[in-house]
C-alpha cells in the first residue's frame, strides 16, 4: 500500500492549543487521529520523498514566517474549520506547486482555502449547529505561521517526518 507524503503549516502554540481543544470537543472521537492543523498538499508520492526533504528546508530557509489572520468560520458541508486569511502562504503553495509540477495529485491542483479543520464527517445539520453556536465566539485573530511539516499517512494516523523552520527576512 502506498503511503504518501503531507505537507502542513505549523500553527503557532497558542493557536495550535486553542484548535485542539475545539477538535476534542467537536470532532468525532472514533476519527480524531490528528492534531490541528493547515494541510498545504495532501498527497506527495513516496517516490518524493527525498526530493521534499531537501526542498521544504531551502524554502523555509529563505521565508520569513507567512503571516495569517483567523477570519471566522468555514462550512466544509458535513463539518466546520476555522476560515484563513492567508495570502503570504497561499504564494509559498504555488511556489512549491510549481517546483513539483506534474507531480501532484488531482486533489493538490486547486488553489486551497486555508482553513483548521474542528469538526468532519457529521451530520449538516450538526455541522450547521456548531457554526452556528460558535460564530460569536470566532474572534479576527492575526498570527504566523512557524514552520511547513511532512508527514506520511498511514490509512488514518499520520507519522511526522520533519519540520523546516522558516528563517527568512521578510520581503519588502
Request: hydrophobic share 45%; glycine share 6%; with cysteine.
Amino acid at each position: 500500500m502506498s503511503r504518501p507524503f503531507i505537507v502542513t503549516a505549523k500553527l503557532p502554540p497558542d493557536i495550535q492549543g486553542w484548535a485542539e481543544g475545539l477538535r476534542r470537543a467537536h470532532f468525532p472521537p472514533e476519527r480524531n487521529h490528528l492534531h490541528a492543523h493547515v494541510t498545504m498538499f495532501h498527497a506527495f508520492a513516496p517516490s518524493l520523498l527525498d526530493e521534499l526533504r531537501d526542498f521544504l528546508p531551502q524554502v523555509a530557509r529563505e521565508y520569513a514566517p507567512p503571516a495569517a489572520r483567523i477570519s471566522g468560520l468555514m462550512d466544509l458541508g458535513k463539518g466546520t474549520a476555522i476560515a484563513l486569511e492567508a495570502p503570504g502562504l497561499l504564494a509559498l503553495r504555488a511556489m512549491i506547486a510549481e517546483h513539483f509540477h506534474g507531480a501532484l495529485t488531482d486533489q493538490d491542483l486547486y488553489e486551497p482555502r486555508p482553513h483548521i479543520t474542528i469538526q468532519n464527517k457529521v451530520s449538516k445539520e450538526e455541522a450547521r449547529a456548531l457554526q452556528a453556536e460558535l460564530a460569536p465566539q470566532i474572534e479576527p485573530r492575526d498570527f504566523a505561521f512557524p514552520a511547513l511539516e511532512l508527514h506520511r499517512y498511514l490509512g488514518g494516523p499520520w507519522e511526522w517526518v520533519k519540520t523546516c523552520a522558516f528563517r527568512g527576512k521578510e520581503r519588502a
